[in-house]
């Protein structure tokens, strides 16, 4: 398997590859990846840029196959290797074709991710000046808030608009502007061929990045007879290329009008077919560097006594799509996988800007396949869609659990609504705890995620004395709107302030459109009441949604016990207000410091008539 420097060998991929029986080639421009991966057993060599870290890895690791090549990426070498498989799956030209001017319909092909140093903004608008037909492949464009927000004022300011299309069976929208220029945001591992696809029928390649190694994508660019431009501040490995390169890989000022006079230069007076891809090979030939890797694999399997079972070069993103790193378990298809992002929350971000797309064109298929999605990545990375909770002195997380779980035990309960039992283990283990109670209460456990609420079935479906429901604890209408979040966010934010705005919002998108879809029981709290023949609960939690904690409250206020989770941000903080101006309620515990915050109270009655049993 070939993987990128970029992937760590934490301890749950180095366990993965014994249990797989995986061996990992690493290939990286940088030194810090010999450091990482080469002392590894399960890795058996690296491939380097500089002649300097090559060198020091065999004075080190004498015994692992080391070989010196000129920015060859990962993703490069693993499309050479699966060419056929890609020209299948593309319908169209093997992207080392040399393609025949006539067959070529786009003018520039490019990609960027949306990050400052590789300066999307400079390369839209040299786009738009240029009047050019483009293909941009911007990954994941809409994982953060602020920047894709900037990016559409660019394309604003230069008086264009944008409009959104969707490929059949992809949910992901693409964005067009003027009709000319077509911005792929898609998740990298949605289309991490496609680019090479774009590029056999490309006329020129634009790469405006300040800094980096050599993109893959520009070598699949030389490869496709597609000459290249970049900008004159490029530093690194392909600033020394394009000196090896004058005809094949040219330069400009990084200023509009000047990429603008290159491109429509370069544009007007195309080169010979086979020309720049001749010249790239003269100077680096990847199929070679591609058998002396294999060779020098094979070599290393024959000297340890290991089977040689075939050539099979993989990507650590592409594995990553397969297998559950988390359970180190294999998977039967993408869904079921970590996604290929940056983070779980930036994936959900992006979903969540997809899910407004397709309803704003009115696409219901597309919204469904998106809502499903981020149902899925929620699900995987809850409670992380609240606020994350920061470290806190153990003496007082002890202290909280212990007295959660002394009421639970001791306290003289006969109805329990849990919302959000599986939001922390602390819950979890409170309704473990009831079950020891002697006053046998039923528990009613209440979760609008799937994931969450299967979880509590598998955990306690089997005791007749807890009931789960998958339902939202309110109705929409009880939700608030994204004004009261935002006067919230902006007058009282607290932990929220950690979040950016656009974050906190595209949560409640989020739930709001999963309510939307009407997939869900609307009323789960008026369920439960229904189920219990309308008797009061004698205790209740709520710790589930962010946005829904005071409208929760406000259907179970007269409740004899009521703890809180989320003391400090949108979800309980007024709840928690409310109930310290409630004059038949008295505070029995607060801890700011723990997690979000935690606070019990419990009615003043029920207090003096000895509910709390032994505890203080």
């Known amino acids: 398997m070939l993987c990128q420097g970029d992937w760590r060998p934490t301890p749950e991929r180095i366990r993965l590859f014994e249990a797989q029986n995986y061996y990992v080639l690493t290939a990286a421009n940088g030194f810090q990846d010999i450091v990482d991966w080469l002392p590894q057993p399960r890795c058996i060599g690296g491939m380097f840029a ?69 300066r999307g903004h400079l390369l839209i608008e040299s786009l738009l000046a240029a009047n ?47 009709g000319r220029i077509v911005i792929d945001g898609r998740p990298i591992g949605a289309n991490n061929s496609i680019v090479s696809a774009y590029l056999a029928r490309a006329r020129l390649f634009v790469h405006t990045s300040t800094t980096e190694g050599i993109s893959n994508s520009v070598m699949e660019a030389l490869m496709s007879d597609v000459p290249v431009l970049i900008c004159d501040d490029i530093r690194g490995p392909l600033q020394g290329l394009s000196r090896q390169l004058p005809q094949c ?6 200023e509009t009008a000047a ?25 680096i030939d990847p199929f070679e560097i591609n058998r002396q890797v294999v060779r020098g694999v094979q070599v290393w399997f024959e000297r340890h006594g290991l089977p040689w079972k075939g050539h099979c070069l993989g990507l650590f993103s592409g594995v990553q799509s397969k297998l559950n790193l988390a359970n180190v378990e294999a998977e039967e298809s993408y869904l079921g996988g970590h996604h290929i992002y940056p983070s779980a929350q930036e994936a959900m971000q992006c979903v969540s800007f997809q899910q407004q797309v397709a309803q704003t064109t009115g696409r219901e298929d597309h919204q469904a396949s998106l809502l ?26 002890l202290a909280l659990n212990q007295r959660i779980a002394d009421l639970a035990r001791h306290a003289r309960l006969r109805q329990v609504l849990v919302i959000g039992a599986a939001a922390t283990q602390r819950w979890q283990t409170m309704v473990e705890k009831l079950m020891q109670n002697p006053n046998n209460p039923q528990v009613h ?6 994931g969450r609420h299967d979880a509590l079935v598998c955990q306690f479906g089997s005791r007749p004395d807890v009931c789960c429901y998958h339902a939202s604890s309110v109705p929409l209408t009880a939700f608030p709107t994204e004004e009261m979040v935002t006067d919230f966010y902006q007058h009282q934010p607290d ?17 709001i459109a999963e309510m939307a879809t009407g997939s869900i029981e609307a009323e789960g709290i008026r369920q439960v009441l229904q189920a219990t023949g309308g008797v009061p609960f004698d205790l209740v939690v709520i710790d589930g949604r962010e946005f829904t904690g005071l409208a929760e409250l406000q259907q179970v206020q007269g409740s004899k016990i009521v ?14 207000q409310l109930l310290a101006q409630d004059e038949n309620y008295e505070l029995l515990f607060t801890e700011p410091e723990v997690g979000n915050g935690y606070a019990g109270f419990v009615h003043k009655e029920f207090r003096r008539q000895g509910g709390l049993g032994q505890v203080a």
């Not at 080391?66 to 990426?73: K, Y």
């Not at 498989?85 to 092909?109: I, Q, R, S």
């Not at 703890?563 to 928690?576: D, E, V, Y």
């Open 563 to 576: 703890l809180l989770g989320c003391t400090r941000t949108f979800k309980n903080q007024r709840s928690m």
């Open 132 to 178: 050019v037909s483009a293909y941009v492949f911007s990954q994941s464009l809409g994982s953060n808030p602020e920047l894709l927000t900037s990016f559409l004022a660019a394309v604003r300011n230069e008086g264009r608009q944008v409009e959104y299309l969707h490929y059949p069976f992809d949910p992901y929208a693409l964005m067009r502007i003027d």
């Open 259 to 283: 990429l603008v006079a290159r491109i429509t230069n370069l544009l007007a007076m195309p080169q010979s077919s086979g020309e720049v891809q001749r010249a790239f090979r003269n100077v």
């Open 495 to 511: 932990k929220l302030k950690d979040y950016p705005l656009e974050v906190v919002l595209q949560w409640l998108r989020g739930d």
């Open 445 to 450: 456990c209440l979760e609008s995620a799937l």
């Open 372 to 397: 499903a999605e981020f149902s899925f990545i929620q699900n995987l990375i809850q409670p992380k869609m609240a606020p994350a909770e920061v470290e806190t002195p153990p003496s007082k997380d």
């Open 50 to 118: 500089h002649p300097e870290t090559v060198a020091s890895a065999r004075q080190s690791f004498p015994d692992k196959v080391v070989e010196r090549f000129e920015g060859v990426g990962a993703r490069f070498l693993r499309s050479l290797t699966q060419e056929l498989p890609y020209g299948l799956h593309n319908a169209g030209l093997p992207f080392t074709a040399t393609t025949p001017a006539a067959l070529k319909t786009v003018d520039v092909v490019s990609v960027f991710s949306p990050v400052a140093l590789k």
């Open 249 to 254: 890989i040219y330069r400009a000022a990084p």
